[in-house]
């Protein structure tokens, strides 16, 4: 038996970085609409079984009608969420256990049976945006540990390598782009692909809504940072930006792994968020605005 699951939180609490642009039921459609295409393309897979994760119970009403295993969640973080399919996969001796996240609205099921076809040992996407994990499958599950968040591929592939295997990477740009800031609905409504999620964001209005080009300013309109490359080396990632200010902040080299951030000019203008680590201040999910 293989299963592949869907995590999906409370659609209350869905999409939070999107609070500056829409209210909590805008959000809250998106987010189904995106689970609703995830869930189809997953229960689309011959020999695979779906199950949905969740504590919502609209989104566990979506799972009976898709077919899929509805599972109330357990507890209240995605990780906790995996480690009970986890359990549930072990219990049912599943040869295979995919996770994919609930947030992709480009997933088509051909670009998924792409990530569930190969038998390697650790097969996983890499989120585009931060260089997150946006799908994993693990043969058996529990064959290394699973992670998720910002870089979280980079570390998949550290822990794989430490147990004497390497995670083969799907290049699947469906799978790759993931909602979850104001720049990503920009590029949705201007893309054109979405299916039921661009539905749900033209009904809003959001086209109207959203500055399809960012601002010059340092601080762009989604609250992230802009900045200008003022050194940056390929080989190692490291490398820093200048505000329009005159401040300097550091390149997070974990952002700049295997994207096209690795190609960074200096001179460019960049997007960015900006974390905090004690005196310094450090950039991460980096994305070209200029390429000039």
């Known amino acids: 038996m293989r299963a592949v699951m869907v995590p999906v939180r409370r659609l209350g609490a869905a999409k939070t970085r999107l609070a500056a642009l829409l209210s909590a039921s ?12 995830v869930v189809a393309a997953c229960a689309a897979q011959p020999g695979w079984e779906t199950w949905v994760v969740s504590s919502d119970p609209t989104v566990l009403r979506l799972a009976d009608r898709a077919g899929a295993r509805a599972v109330p969640e357990e507890g209240t973080t995605l990780l906790g969420a995996v480690g009970q ?13 995919a996770v994919v996240l609930a947030d992709l609205p480009w997933i088509t099921p051909a670009a998924l049976a792409r990530v569930l076809e190969p038998e390697d040992p650790v097969v996983a996407v890499r989120a585009g945006s931060d260089g997150g994990t946006n799908a994993l499958v693990r043969r058996p599950p529990g064959v290394v540990p699973a992670l998720f968040g910002r870089a979280s591929f ?14 083969r990477r799907v290049d699947a740009e469906e799978l790759a782009f993931d909602l979850d800031r104001p720049r990503d609905v920009r590029r949705l409504l201007e893309d054109g692909r979405g299916g039921r999620t661009l539905e ?5 209005g959001l086209a ?18 802009q900045g200008t490359v003022k050194e940056f080396d390929p080989e190692s990632g490291i490398g820093s930006l200048l505000l329009d200010d005159g401040t300097e ?5 974990a952002s700049t792994e295997g994207s096209e951030i690795r190609y960074l000019r200096l001179g460019q203008r960049v997007d960015f968020d900006v974390n905090e680590e004690g005196e310094r201040r450090i950039a991460r999910g980096l994305h070209i605005v200029t390429f000039a």
């Open 26 to 37: 805008e959000r809250a459609a998106i987010a189904l609409a995106m689970a609703r295409e």
């Open 85 to 97: 399919a986890e359990r549930a996969a072990s219990d049912s001796g599943a040869e295979a256990l």
């Open 154 to 167: 980079a570390r998949h592939e550290r822990s794989a390598t430490r147990a004497g295997l390497r995670v």
């Open 200 to 204: 749900v964001c033209l009904d809003m």
């Open 208 to 225: 109207e809504r959203l500055d399809p080009r960012p601002p010059a300013a340092h601080r762009s309109q989604e609250g992230e940072m």
């Open 249 to 253: 902040v550091a390149i997070d080299p």
